[in-house]
């Protein structure tokens, strides 16, 4: 699966607009436990049916984390045609990222 950037121009075409879904990470480059989060979903990209990543910079994409209510970081949300499902808040493992975007695939 792809990892890719997600700005304000390229929201609506890359999440919003997509045919599968997306999960999107709400990061910064400043966050210690973002930096440990990194090498999991990399690792986890890689998976057969791993959705496509796409990571939010909140400092550079401020409007994208107001619009979603981003206040603590990370924060990963599945969009499903168009829509977000709950959020998972500072995920420790990969299995808890696996379990929570199954229960959301279900």
């Known amino acids: 699966m792809a990892k890719f950037e997600v700005t304000t121009q390229n929201f609506e075409q890359t999440v919003l607009q997509s045919d599968k879904p997306i999960l999107v990470e709400f ?6 436990y973002c930096r440990r989060l990194a090498p999991v979903l990399e690792r986890m990209k890689d998976e057969p049916d791993m959705p496509d ?6 400092d550079q994409q401020p409007a994208l984390a ?3 209510f981003v206040d603590t970081i990370p924060t990963l ?11 998972l808040v500072a995920p420790g493992t990969a299995s808890q990222i696996k379990n929570w975007i199954d229960a959301q695939e279900g």
């Open 66 to 68: 107001e619009r979603y």
């Open 77 to 87: 949300l599945l969009f499903q045609n168009g829509n977000p499902g709950p959020a």
């Open 53 to 58: 990543i796409g990571v939010i910079d909140i």
């Open 27 to 32: 990061t910064a480059p400043w966050c210690g």
